[in-house]
């Protein structure tokens, strides 16, 4: 499991150049994926939103600017990430660690987590912690890097662990961060392993879509009583 510590300190020194790098490592597509994921929200037409390990505020924003009538609140531990997501437009944000949410039980229609539960130092306690704070009924929705399979499998495993810690170590001078990131990918269960996994964290009629080529995953999940 990541290191809580180190990850929140690899976050603080490349947030600065986050949303720029990450574009710039998936040519722009990453702006698609969010789009996919707020489509799919949209469609539940929830009135309360918590996006959790928010970040630079990225999904948070293309949900409030979908769905401008709902309260979207986004979090996360690095304060300094939040800090450019606040000044980005995000109209709530609160520093808070994914595994203690500072929320009363049933609170959210909606919650969200893109590119975060693989940094969490502890998957199921996140999972569970996520559904707490869910109403009964509601619907997680996860937006994660996975490895393709097939043909794909090994020149993007060659991408993640050559190409792209040099290009963003280039960009924003932390390889390091991105040598980590590139081993949470391989360590981060996905597909059928993610879908075990929301079963066993109390969530029910648990889907997964593949996007480009595998490269990204959603999931979609719902909360049992």
Not at 107 to 135: I, P, S
Not at 146 to 171: C, D, N
Not at 204 to 212: A, Q
Request: with cysteine.
């Amino acid at each position: 499991m990541p290191d809580p510590i180190y990850v929140k300190e690899a976050f603080a020194r490349i947030a600065d150049r986050y949303v720029m790098t990450n574009h710039v490592l998936s040519l722009g597509v990453d702006v698609w994926w969010r789009r996919v994921v707020t489509r799919r929200i949209k469609a539940l037409s929830p009135t309360k939103v918590l996006d959790v390990a928010s970040g630079t505020g990225d999904l948070a924003l293309s949900i409030q600017d979908a769905l401008p009538n709902a309260e979207v609140i986004a979090t996360d531990f690095c304060a300094e990430m939040l800090g450019h997501a606040s000044n980005r437009g995000v109209h709530q944000t609160l520093v808070a660690d994914a595994l203690a949410l500072p929320f009363p039980d049933g609170e959210f229609d909606v919650v969200t987590v893109a590119f975060g539960l693989r940094n969490m130092a502890d998957y199921v306690r996140a999972l569970k912690e996520m559904r707490r704070v869910l109403k009964p009924g509601g619907t997680l929705f996860i937006l994660d890097f996975s490895l393709p399979q097939g043909v794909m499998r090994v020149p993007y495993r060659l991408y993640l662990h050559h190409v792209l810690p040099k290009l963003a170590g280039f960009l924003t001078k932390q390889k390091d961060a991105y040598e980590y990131l590139a081993g949470s990918i391989e360590q981060f269960p996905s597909g059928d392993a993610m879908i075990s996994l929301l079963n066993h964290s109390g969530y029910g009629n648990s889907t997964v879509i593949p996007m480009t080529f595998g490269v990204v995953s959603v999931y979609e999940a719902v909360r049992k009583d």
